[in-house]
């Protein structure tokens, strides 16, 4: 049984269903689809309403903070509060393309924390270049609600960072191109009670499937390269990210979980 963390599958190119079937016949029981806008997180909070073993996420990309004005945020506050919905993001600070100014970036940030802390919702984050500023709004904010770095981008220092403070990393498939040596030397430190896995599909194939579009069925190949690495089978990674993923949203416990 393996799980998805972050997938879009808002943007699936043959649709949801086809996708999540696929996802099925893989072993991938578990996924959270997370939106990026107000649209998408709306349709994500949809998707998950009707589909068995999807989740929502809702929140506006730091590319974007520019449309997190305090409109679109009350309404992303209230698919905060919906059944489906187990997190909010992402959300956090971008440094590589900026598409929006750096200080309506943090004032965005710091919104989406607090609309995780208020709904006991788990926070998405998204870390592009920007490792100690995201660390330092989190200090900042305390006390967080539970805290997931995804895409994990960083590398053995900030796995320790992480790792004191209780924050989950999630593994994409950019973990296993061959020229991802620090974030390999990340990977392998992290602590197993702390790590998850994602696709961030479309985006991210695994190796052999670098290039191509992404889906959610692939997160069994980025389990089993974790897996390589921590000593153990690819279903023994995905029965321990899976086992993390029910702790880091607060999943209900279902019988194949137990």
Same mark, same amino acid.
């Given at each position: 049984?393996?799980?998805?963390?972050?997938?879009? @599958?808002?943007?699936?190119?043959?649709?949801?269903?086809?996708?999540?079937?696929?996802?099925? &016949?893989?072993?991938?029981?578990?996924?959270?689809? %997370?939106?990026?806008? @107000?649209?998408?997180?709306?349709?994500?909070?949809?998707?998950?309403?009707?589909?068995?073993?999807?989740?929502?996420?809702?929140?506006?990309?730091?590319?974007?903070?520019?449309?997190?004005?305090?409109?679109?945020?009350?309404?992303?506050?209230? $698919? =905060?509060?919906?059944?489906?919905?187990?997190?909010?993001?992402?959300?956090?600070? /971008?440094?590589?393309?900026?598409?929006?100014?750096?200080?309506?970036?943090?004032?965005?940030?710091?919104?989406?924390?607090?609309?995780?802390?208020?709904?006991?919702?788990? $926070?998405?984050?998204?870390?592009?270049?920007?490792?100690? /500023?995201? %660390?330092?709004?989190?200090?900042?904010?305390?006390?967080?609600?539970?805290?997931?770095?995804?895409?994990?981008?960083?590398?053995?220092?900030?796995?320790?960072?992480?790792?004191?403070?209780?924050?989950?990393?999630?593994?994409?498939?950019?973990?296993?191109?061959?020229? =991802?040596?620090? @974030?390999?030397? =990340?990977?392998?430190?992290?602590?197993?009670?702390? @790590?998850?896995?994602?696709? /961030?599909?479309?985006?991210?194939?695994?190796?052999?499937?670098?290039?191509?579009?992404? &889906?959610?069925?692939? %997160?069994?190949?980025?389990?089993?390269? $974790?897996?390589?690495?921590?000593?153990?089978?690819?279903?023994?990674?995905?029965?321990?990210?899976?086992?993390?993923?029910?702790?880091?949203? =607060?999943?209900?416990?279902?019988?194949?979980?137990?």
């Amino acid at each position: 049984m393996f799980t998805d963390t972050h997938c879009h @599958l808002t943007m699936a190119p043959d649709g949801v269903e086809a996708t999540v079937a696929r996802a099925r &016949e893989a072993g991938v029981h578990t996924m959270v689809c %997370v939106g990026t806008d @107000l649209a998408s997180s709306a349709e994500c909070v949809r998707i998950a309403a009707i589909t068995p073993g999807v989740w929502a996420s809702v929140g506006i990309h730091p590319n974007d903070a520019i449309e997190a004005t305090d409109a679109v945020l009350e309404r992303i506050e209230e $698919l =905060a509060s919906r059944s489906s919905v187990v997190a909010v993001g992402e959300t956090g600070l /971008d440094w590589f393309r900026e598409g929006a100014p750096r200080v309506r970036q943090e004032e965005s940030f710091r919104a989406h924390i607090r609309i995780a802390r208020d709904h006991d919702r788990t $926070l998405v984050i998204h870390d592009r270049e920007a490792h100690d /500023d995201i %660390v330092r709004v989190l200090q900042d904010e305390k006390p967080l609600p539970r805290v997931i770095f995804h895409c994990f981008s960083g590398g053995p220092d900030l796995v320790e960072t992480c790792a004191a403070e209780g924050w989950f990393m999630s593994f994409a498939g950019n973990v296993t191109f061959k020229n =991802a040596k620090d @974030l390999q030397a =990340a990977a392998a430190v992290a602590p197993t009670d702390l @790590l998850l896995t994602e696709t /961030d599909s479309p985006f991210l194939s695994p190796h052999p499937h670098r290039g191509k579009t992404n &889906e959610p069925a692939r %997160v069994a190949v980025t389990a089993a390269f $974790l897996g390589q690495m921590h000593g153990c089978t690819p279903e023994e990674m995905g029965a321990l990210t899976s086992a993390n993923a029910v702790r880091a949203f =607060a999943l209900p416990v279902t019988a194949s979980d137990s």
